[in-house]
Structure formats: structure tokens, C-alpha cells
RNA sequence: GCCCCCGUAGCUCAAUGGAUAGAGCAGCGGCCUUCUAAGCCGUGGGUUGCAGGUUCGAGUCCUGCCGGGGGCGCCA
């Protein structure tokens, strides 16, 4: 509507329109509205009419003759400001819009309409046979995240992983199991771990004894040859991984719509560069004495080292991950033919092998190779010693919080860092998540004694993964994610307690009115600076969803959310709700807490983290 | 050698090319007989690594340096 009056005023005056509209938010506190800034608009009317008025002036003016244009619109208020039009809308009227939209859409505020588009997000990707660690999380926290907004934002996702159920490394866990562990079982709680502690055996025994090089070798033949008794022991052994798995995503609130296997893709993947690559002139053979691989550059005619080459067979014919990637891709785009993305979320030192798939299914060309994205996220680092600490097999939760304290604190040097791996030794999960439990429950105990212990249990759960996804979602996909307990963990400001702990004061609030929120009504007093604030926020959130979804950023949540319990917190200190002056005050605030309760829920909701009632 | 990412307050991080660069933590000082103090208020803290350029306007875009991390034909 306030475009519409702009764009005709300039229009009725043979200026240029700005190629695109861009609204911000006015400066300061406690006012709702929006914000224009005419510098674009006066800059290209200079310019076309070759006037001599300098910029920000001619902005200004501009800005002065907006202004009775826009007030004509009921309950907006314009200033013209330093070249800026801002125009401020009526709470009064406005808010009881907001909050009324709120409360009608409930879970759906946020949400936008669909639109009829898929897309699907590959994510999680763990080795089977392997550990589940710390390194992982953020892949998995990131990749559910982004499914949830992608969804909000209208999008129908295909949330789809891909094991790594093959390989080296379960050739030597396997050779592992059947000289020294033959017939034993995973424990049922402790799955993953099992698995785990029996790949870092299988490394240590290889290390230390390298004679038994060649028995891993023939097992490999072995699995080659597909022996029908090894097979079995593979599916069977890759099953307690899975299982392990989803322990964790349960945990986590995770789920999949397709699961592809690696092992799935390596017989099509050598057809594929048999059939199509070396035939198709793309490959180049170089077997027996080297590889097969893809000259990118020199196919591109590219003088500068880009995109390199990509080697796609070993020289004695086995498959390399590379080699099953590019079938993977094909099977997406089969079975969802109508995919208008398909993302990869996986960390950035990938990030050249990802062009190079890429690439090379365009110069396949397959029309869907521009629609393949590589969703980069850079690496969670751990202090070394915690890494150190974290390799010695038996570790009590107590030295591992003293270890990384000493780390955090670091005497003016910076304790060095690590990436955390599974090879140099993996933060595993379940030590982790216990230790975050541990903490989070040690709070709840202290701030709401008189909780019932089943409630402290699980507010402790919602407390100590929200405090951990926060931490993974809350900066930049392209920054690392410096670990450690104390910050992870922490419970105060930016974190996600501060945002739950916002929600239970609204549930509090509404337990207290009885529960039943108020008829609609538009506030007869004075708004206090911290309610206009508090509306402006929850009026801002819909578009945040959107900005969040079409840049992949979670962070822009986490931003909303923590401006948005602030902004509560703010207006709980400020506003009495209950005993508010008068009826309509009060049933004003009330609906405008449930308002924030609900938008808060929904925000966190798209992080994955559990908003409590109490806390 | 080539390529990618990062560099903002003591620390951890924000900031669709827009107004006086903001939060949290840590420090200091206040606020709980009144809706949950995991909160609120006040206070100090900056040459946005350096130098140029584009622009009415640059933390943001371009070029070159400096510093840190990562990646570059048979690992995944």
C-alpha cells in the first residue's frame, strides 16, 4: 500500500522507480514501522536529468514530499529524516492486527503458503561402522534446521541421507570383529558406541601390528568377490550402526524420508563411468597403470588450475566415493523428477570435490546440473586437550569439564585447536549428551526445586539440546563452531534458554489467567515503548522466515528469536499483565502474551528446539 | 604455485550497500514482601587487519598486501 502511493507520486512526477523496494526498520526503540530511503530514488532522478542538487539533499526533499502522501493512509504517521521516509504505523490499530494474525494461524504463523515446489536436502551422511561425534552434529543440527525453515517457507523438502555403509573402514572393522570378536553383540543401549570402540580397536591393532595388512586385504577380496557369509555379516553389523543412528536422531528429533546407501551406488557407478564417461570422451582411462579420471580444465579449456581433475575409478578398478556420487545425483533426479534444488549439506573442505560432481554431470549434460547446490558449513573445533582427553578410553564427566575449563581460560595464549574427527578420536555422543544432561539437570534443580523429578528430567533434556543446537545454529555457516562445555552450555544471554526461559514466562502468565486467552480487542491506553517493541518483532517474523529459507541461514532465526524474548523480557518487566489498570489492558496483554508464546514456540520449532511450559 | 573461508569491543559473535557499527559474556554499580531474577536497568569498552578503488553512501562490493584456517589426480 505504501508503495502504491510512493510509486505513483513519482510517476506523477517523471521519476525514475528504484529497480527493486527495499523497507527497513526505523532507528530506535519502542516504535513499529517502516523505513524508505530515498537515496536510491534521487540518485538515479540526478542522473537522468543531469541535475546539479547533491544526493542526500535532493533525498531529503523527496523524503518531504512523500510525507503527506503516505499519511493519507488511516493511522500512519510519516518524518522525513536525513533522506529517509519513515513511517510509522498506529499500534493501536496496527498490533491488534498483528496479534490477532498470531493467534488465529497459531503453528502457522511464519509459515507461508506452499508452493508447489520440492527440493531435497542431503544431510547427516554418517559411516556406518564408525563413531557419531561431536564433528557431526552441526551437519545434522544444520541440515534438520534448514529442512524445518525450507518447509515454512512453502517448500516441500525430501529429507534424504546417504550411508556410508562401505569402504576401508568397514573392511577392517569387520576383520576386526571376526579375529577377535567373533559372535559378540552390541549392548542395547550403547550401540553406536560399541561400534565405535571397536573401530578405533580394529585402527590400534593395525597400527601397532601392520602383519595383519594382508588378512585385511583378502577380507577385501573377499568382499569384492561378494561372499555370501561375509555379506551377511556386513548387513548384519551395518544394522547395529543403523540402529545406533537412530537412537541418535530420535534424540535429536530427526527424521528421514530416503535413506540411500553408498553400497547401493558402486555397481552403477562403475557402469556409469564405463558406459558413459570413458565412451562419452569425458574420461580418460589411464588403468593399469593409472586411474580413470576427469580432466575438468582441460575439457573446459580452462588455462588456469579451477576445477582440476577429477578421478573417478582406481587404477585397478575399484570404486572411490567419487565414483558413486555420480549415480547417487542421477537417483535423486529419477525418482523426484521434479526437484527445483537439490542441496548437499556437507562441510566446506568438500567444497571443490562438489564442483567437480557437479561439473561433470553438466558436462554429462543432464539439464538438472545447475539445480545441484553445495550447502558449505565450516568445521566444529574442539580444544586440543579435550580431543586428548576424550581419546583416554575411561574418562570421567568431571576431568573432561576441568580440562576444557583450563582450555577456555588459557593462561593469554590460545589453547590450540582440533577439528574433531573420528580418527583422532572421537567426542562421542552419548558421553556428551550425558554431560550436557548432567548440567542442564543440576540448574533446573537449583532454579525450580519444587518440580516434580520426572518434569526436572525433561525440562533438563529440552534445556541442554536447545543450549547445544542453539550453539551449532547460532553464527554463520561459513565460521567455525568453537566447542567447549562452558559456552555451549551456558544458560544465560544469548543462548536458548534465555528463549525458552521466555516461553514458560508466557505459559506462567496464561496458567494464571485460567488459561482462556481474550476475546480480540484494540488497546485503549497508552502502549508502553516496550509492547510497541514487542509487536514490531513478532510483526517481523514471517518475513525473517523467508530471508532465512532463501539464504539457508538459520542464524536468521536464532537472531529473531533472542530479539524477540528481549524484547518479552523487556515488556515483562515494564507491563503488569494480570494486574493491569483496566479489563481491556489486561486482555490486550494477555493476548499479546499468548502472541509471543505462540511465535516464540514456532521459532524455536524451526530450530528444532523444544520450547518447555515450565522450567 | 593456484583456489576457498575467516579477520568487527578484553572474549564469543551480530549487523538485506544505508541513519550515531550492535548484542551476549567477562568487569563495575543497582533491582526479588508484587505475573518464575535462566530476568531487568545503568556503566565503561571500536582507526570494523592494512592500503587503494567503485558509490550520493562501504564492516559489507572490487584490487593488492598482512595474519589465521582449509582444499588441490587413485581418503571419505
Redesign the pocket.
Known sequence: MVQDRIRAYLREHDIPEPATW???K??GEGTWGI?F?L??VA?AEV?AKGLSI???QRAQALAEALRPVVEQIPGVRAEA????L?IYLDPHHYGRQVVDAVLTQGEHYGRAPRRGERLMVEFSQP?THKAFHVGHLRNVILGESICRILDAAGYDVVRANYL?DI???VIKWLWNYLKFHPGEEPPEEYKTRWVSDLYVEANRRLKEHPEYEPEVRALFQRWEARDPELVALWEKTRQWSIEGFEQIYRLLDVHFDRVYY?SEMEEPGKALVEEKLIPMGIARDYRP???V?VPLDELLGLE???Y??Y?VL???GTS???TKDLPLAIKKFEEYPDLVRSIYVID??????MKQIFKTLELMGYPWADRLYHLAY?LVLLPANMVQEAEEVELEPDESIAASAAASEGDGGKAPLKAASSREGAVLLDKFFTEAHRR?RA??EE??PSLPDEVKDQ?AWQ?ALGAVKYTML???N?????FDWE?AL??????A??IQ?AH??C???LR?AGGAIPESVTPTHELHPAEIQLISELAAFPQTVQRAAEEYKP??IT?AA?RLA?AF??F??R?????AEDETTRAFRLRLVAATKQTLANALRLLGIEAPE??
Not at 529524516?81 to 529517509?84: A, F, H, L, S
Request: some cysteine; hydrophobic content about 35%.
Open positions: 527495499r523497507f527497513s526505523p532507528p523505513s530511503a537515496f536510491p540518485a542522473r547533491p544526493v542526500p529524516v536525513r533522506g529517509y519513515n559411516n556410508g569402504g576401508w573402514h553408498e597403470e593409472g586411474p579420471v588456469k588450475p579451477t582440476r581433475t578421478v582406481r587404477s585397478d572411490l566415493y567419487a566446506v573442505r568438500q567444497s571443490l570435490y565450516e542442564a540448574i533446573v532454579k525450580n525440562v534445556v547460532a553464527r554463520e561459513t565460521r567455525t563452531v568453537t559456552k551456558d544458560f544465560k544471554g544469548n543462548a534458554p534465555t526461559y514458560v514466562r505459559a506462567s502468565l494464571r542464524l536468521h537472531n533472542f528481549q523480557n523487556d515483562y518487566d507491563c503488569p499483565v494480570l494486574s515450565v522450567m
